[in-house]
């Protein structure tokens, strides 16, 4: 019995249940059946009740989500690993980001209320360099040497830290300012790689030294920290605490955010918020607010959270009033509810970041659920 | 408030056709909603009571070879063919190591059990995503008559409906059955299987 036979099956037998059978296919099934004694018990069981009603219910709950995130991160290590070979290392993650997802979606742009033209964000990034000075990153081509370490600049959105010698002395920082409206990649002197979202900083040592990596963020960003055993990586966010080894990770927390949020994608983290800590594991969210010193511990979509990494927002039960935040940071614009329940609504989706705000508008729109008008930088969200 | 869904190329329910094509592209979605379930259950039963916990395990071993071979799949039906057969030669070798072989006397067994195997869990999936794509009362009647096998005067009992509702329901439900599973079988009598 060939592969396809046996689906040709499933279908015969499932029009019989159904009682359209034709009588050719009826002549057909009945062969199958006579073909072996195994073959006439499964059509019997089949036609038990009680078994499909059992078949159906194991079907309805199996949750593939656990699973299918666990796949999305063989594949994104396979299609590195393979990268790898013969790229440069550094190129490797430029290419990564965002080669997941294909979108075909053009939609029409007609109407002439949604004719912002306002775009999406770039790599746009400023530098603050330990001796206080600014440059600013879009332009920068040429190598800065501070205290034995080469900054430069290996493609149009990513800062490499090159440490010539380990020293003793007292680190020097870097500071690199993400605006709004931007996004920056950088490679610390341990080779961690850190993707920093619009409206983000992060503080770091130009070279590591002493007992530990630390390094101090604010707004978003995703970790991918090398492993060293004998140095652990921490990063302070708010009054929140990451202690990692080696690990993948991401970590948000805005200013005009009351919370801030730490999602593992491999590894281990221990996240703590004052005197208390949770030990995160794969797929898992801690989540501190300011207003308490406490840390809950939940499961979380690591797809969705990191999608922004990858060029998309996947928009999971998310309410109107958290994906306008995040439109705001990304395009740059200000957001202005008419009526405040809007926020409540919840959507389920996926926008490529890197449409223009007209069309993440117009898509959004499609659901009849609001209308969004925009003035200047000013997104209105109306009935 | 209510909960509604926009799509920008994905849909909710999600046609056969495309779920090998975006499986292709890497988008695994609409492949986890609607093939993965079969393969775990079916590996589970395969797998038997003693080794039904490396069932995930190898579930996803399995998908992964198919998805670094993914071009090399013209139908939905080759990739879950790929994938049955996979789960099978894995589940045997965890077996031999357990010396579990009783299940496996023979080749021809062997060959009937998977084949039985396949067959049911298609059938029953078939079914699941056949009453899904039902409009919700066509869905609930269908349920109760096919799956609980109710008698249309009970299922007008317990929906407090009449009975030529319920007749109406139902046979809403299989015209639009059939004009599903008839294209499915139509494809197949074209494909000179039959």
């Known amino acids: ?383 | 408030m209510n909960n509604s869904a926009f799509d920008m190329g994905s849909q909710v329910i999600h046609r056969e056709e495309r779920v090998l094509e975006e499986f292709r592209e890497g988008r695994l979605e609409s492949f986890y909603e609607t093939v993965y379930p079969s393969m775990l259950l079916f590996t589970t039963r395969f797998l038997g009571e003693q080794a039904d916990f490396l069932a995930e395990d190898c579930v996803q071993d399995a998908i992964f070879d198919a998805w670094k071979r993914r071009d090399s799949f013209h139908s939905l039906q080759a990739l879950k063919g790929f994938l049955y057969t996979s789960i099978r030669n894995d589940a045997i070798s965890i077996s031999r190591k357990e010396q579990a072989r009783r299940r496996y006397l023979s080749s021809r067994e062997e060959e009937v059990f998977f084949n039985t195997s396949v067959i049911d869990q298609e059938t029953r999936a078939l079914l699941y995503r056949a009453l899904g794509e039902l409009p919700g009362m066509e869905r609930k009647v269908l349920e109760m008559s096919f799956v609980e096998g109710l008698k249309n005067v009970e299922i007008a009992g317990k929906l407090a409906l009449s009975d030529s509702s319920i007749k109406k329901y139902k046979a809403n439900a299989i015209k639009i059955l059939r004009q599903k599973l008839s294209r499915a079988l139509l494809l197949l009598l074209l494909a000179g299987i039959s």
């Open chain 1, 1 to 383: 019995m060939d592969r396809e036979e046996l689906f040709t099956v499933s279908r015969l037998i499932l029009a019989e249940i159904a009682g359209i059978i034709t009588e050719q296919q009826a002549d057909r099934l009945l062969s199958w059946r006579k073909e072996h004694p195994e073959h006439e018990a499964l059509y019997q069981r089949l036609k038990d009740k009680r078994y499909l009603k059992e078949g159906l219910r194991a079907l309805e709950r199996v949750d593939g989500r656990r699973a299918r995130e666990e796949m999305y991160l063989r594949v994104r290590r396979e299609k590195r690993r393979r990268l790898v070979g013969w790229i440069a290392a550094a190129a490797v993650i430029a290419c990564a980001a965002g080669m997941f997802y294909f979108h075909l979606y053009r939609p029409p742009v007609e109407e002439t209320r949604l004719a912002s033209g306002i775009a999406p964000g770039s790599p746009r990034a400023t530098l603050q360099l330990a001796d206080g000075s600014i440059v600013l990153l879009d332009t920068l081509d040429r190598c800065i040497e501070q205290g034995g370490v080469e900054v430069a600049k290996s493609n149009h959105r990513q800062l490499s830290y090159l440490s010539r010698a380990t020293s003793d002395e007292s680190p020097l920082f870097n500071e690199v300012r993400v605006p709004r409206g931007g996004e920056f990649d950088l490679v610390l002197a341990d080779g961690t790689r850190v993707w920093l979202n619009a409206g983000s900083s992060l503080r770091f040592p130009v070279n590591f030294s002493g007992e530990e990596r630390r390094v101090f963020l604010s707004g978003e960003a995703y970790f991918e920290v090398t492993r060293d055993a004998a140095r652990p990586f921490r990063v302070e966010i708010a009054e929140c605490l990451a202690e990692v080894l080696g690990t993948e990770f991401n970590l948000s927390g805005y200013d005009d955010d009351p919370v801030v949020y730490a999602t593992l994608a491999s590894g281990s983290v221990s996240f703590s918020n004052g005197p208390s800590s949770v030990l995160l594991s794969p797929g898992e969210q801690g989540v501190a607010r300011h207003s308490s010193d406490r840390v809950e511990k939940r499961r979380a979509n690591v797809e969705e959270i990191v999608a922004w990494k990858n060029g998309m927002f996947i928009l999971e039960e998310q309410t109107l009033g958290e994906i306008m935040q995040k439109i705001a940071r990304w395009y740059d614009v200000e957001i202005a509810f008419l009526d405040p329940l809007l926020k409540e609504i919840t959507f389920k989706g996926r926008v490529p970041r890197h449409a223009n705000l007209d069309k993440v508008l117009l898509t959004l729109e499609k659901t009849g659920e609001a209308r969004f008008s925009t003035e200047n930088r000013t997104v209105v969200v109306y009935r």
